[in-house]
């Protein structure tokens, strides 16, 4: 089992776990679900729900990514499997994203 820290602007959003190989959940924090000020960290994960399951990676997080040559470097340079998008999430997500949000591991 795998998890990240979900942030919005620096602020803990929720947690995302790839429970095993096919098994993906969102769950927002308490705290941020119950602030009605602070908003949905996306449109296909909105704040109607505590809890979200796929299996496969959310394509939000998906999205973050990157694509073609760019992934393949990343990967290489990583050792990280190249069709292991939650660990190319986990090693490239928590700093410089396109938008509002940033993922931190969790060490277990």
Do not use: H
Request: no cysteine; net charge positive.
């Amino acid at each position: 089992m795998r998890k990240v820290k979900v942030y919005r602007n620096g602020i803990l959003a929720g947690t995302l776990t790839e429970e095993y190989a096919g098994l993906f959940v969102f769950r927002y924090e308490d705290t941020y679900f119950n602030n009605s000020r602070l908003p949905a960290i996306s449109l296909t994960l909105p704040k109607t729900q505590k809890e979200y399951s796929s299996n496969f990676l959310f394509p939000f997080f998906a999205n973050m990514l990157s694509e073609g040559v760019n992934r393949k470097l990343q990967s290489t340079q990583l050792k990280i499997d190249e069709k292991d998008s939650f660990g190319l999430l986990m090693a490239t997500a928590q700093y410089d994203t396109i938008g509002a949000v940033t993922v931190k591991p969790i060490v277990q």
